[in-house]
């Protein structure tokens, strides 16, 4: 199980022209017999990255629809060593990366010399979480994690100012949240939210970004596709989940077409 540095295989896709798809998935959602089945479908149907989400009962920026599926994980018994134990398997079938997402409370709650052996061990390729800043990164060196496996986020009420500095130092990449508020939102795109992307991602220099948060569809995609390296879709997935219980097919459908929306046409001709 290598790890991959996420940065360099951002950067590998998009010199190919490919924009990145990261998959959200909270981990053993819906279950946790089939959860690896699951996880790998969506990676063999066109994921490039697959995140797993720590089920957690007080999420800083999840939605509905996340924050059910987190309850139904928190049911069916998922930890963070089930999580890790998922990440294991997953990494021994695939070359594509996997990173892990948690808030801080499940970390500390489990305890900072536990965590990095389970993280190490089970060959995550990164971390991401949402309620740690730069600014306070220091306070998580007990951890033993870097900021290159770290994700930094900004948002369209980051000022330029603050953008420069979060770009100052390498991080896995940058998790531009699309909209304000929590993940799942329902409305397409507005120009001014295109246009807010598209200025942040101007401003970017030293890192990757990927644009989340309230991608509906492959629509959206297409409106966002030219201002980022990449997009993050998570609500979309776990609602197609509930939707058709027990059946993964129509999410691999779904996660082919988000793919194909990122690639359809040449990029470069389209309009801003």
Known sequence: MSKINLQSYIEEKNSKGEKVLSIFLTAGYPDKENFIQLALGVLESGADMLELGVP???PLADGPVIQ????????NGVTLNDVFAFCTEIKKRTQKPVVIMSYLNPLFHYGAEKFNEGYKKCGADGLIIPDIIPDEQPQFDEFKITSEELAAFAAPTTSPERMRYI???KWSFLYYVGMLGTTGQSGAYS????AKIGEAYSKIKNNKMLVGFGISGPDDIKKIRNH??????????IKKLAEHPGKFEPVYSLIAALKNALHNEKMKNEPA
Request: net charge negative; aromatic share 4%; glycine share 8%.
């Open 56 to 58: 957690f009962s007080d």
């Open 68 to 75: 059910a599926s987190s309850t139904q994980a928190i049911k």
């Open 167 to 169: 770009d100052e130092r």
């Open 191 to 194: 120009d001014e939210q295109i």
């Open 228 to 237: 980022c390296d990449g997009v993050i879709v998570g609500s979309l997935i």
